[in-house]
């Protein structure tokens, strides 16, 4: 969901092109879950199933 933070343009801009491989691996495999303190019950329950069907 979000990409690793040296490959945003403007970090590119800032400090040039980097290579960080193990970074840039992570950032491919990572989940990113919404979770805030207002979620009701069932939107839980929701983001607990698509979990569990994304890793069966």
């Given at each position: 969901?979000?990409?690793a933070c040296?490959r ?6 800032s400090?040039?092109d ?6 840039d691996e992570?950032?491919e495999?990572i ?9 009701d019950?069932?939107q839980v ?5 698509a ?6």
């Amino acid at each position: 969901h979000f990409p690793a933070c040296h490959r945003l343009s403007f970090v590119r801009q800032s400090f040039g092109d980097v290579s960080l491989p193990v970074t840039d691996e992570v950032a491919e495999r990572i989940i990113s879950l919404p979770l805030y303190p207002g979620m009701d019950e069932g939107q839980v329950q929701r983001v607990i199933e698509a979990v569990r069907k994304a890793v069966s």
